[in-house]
């Protein structure tokens, strides 16, 4: 603003000048020209700050909106990321509450039942080895060592086997 209000005065100086100078004899047409291009030029350089402030109003417009963008996608990312690893951890967490409710209720049952004199059908056998089998998928799942990877292998292969059982 400052510069645009001394290029105002400069150009009113010059209006002025030109002014005296058609007035006055002494001054040529070399000197006016000299001044009126002078104005053009000055008017010129006003006009093209102008739209130097406005385009680099624009552009940090446009960097600011990209940015935004940018930082809500991720957002959004870390939001889905910790649902998905919440629901994950939770699942895990139901499938061995679940393997050691079932070893707890068949270990109990094991030690009842060998006192007796075990005489089982081919049923029986067949429910007594997917519980041990699932026994063993619990103490794999309860390892805390296990990345989440190798975690949901073992889930993946209980749901198989468990399936293919039925």
Do not use: C
């Not at 290029?7 to 030109?18: D, K, P, Y």
């Not at 109003?57 to 990209?66: D, G, T, Y």
């Amino acid at each position: 603003m400052k510069k645009m209000s001394i290029v105002i005065g400069a150009l009113v100086v010059s209006i002025v000048m030109l002014m005296m100078g058609s007035v006055s004899e002494g001054v040529s047409k070399e000197t006016i020209s000299k001044i009126k291009n002078d104005l053009r030029r000055n008017q010129i350089q006003l006009k093209l700050e102008v739209i130097r402030q406005k385009a680099g109003e624009e552009v940090r417009n446009r960097v600011a909106e990209q940015i935004q963008i940018k930082e809500a996608k991720l957002a959004e990312q870390k939001v889905i990321n910790e649902k998905a690893e919440h629901v994950t951890v939770e699942q895990d967490q139901a499938e061995y509450v679940t393997q050691s409710a079932i070893g707890m209720g068949q270990a109990v049952e094991t030690a009842e039942t060998s006192e007796v004199v075990d005489v089982t059908s081919g049923a029986s056998q067949s429910g007594r080895e997917i519980g041990e089998r699932n026994r063993e998928y619990g103490q794999q799942l309860s390892d805390p060592n296990l990345s989440q990877g190798e975690r949901q292998q073992i889930i993946q292969e209980k749901k198989e086997y468990n399936q293919g059982r039925r």
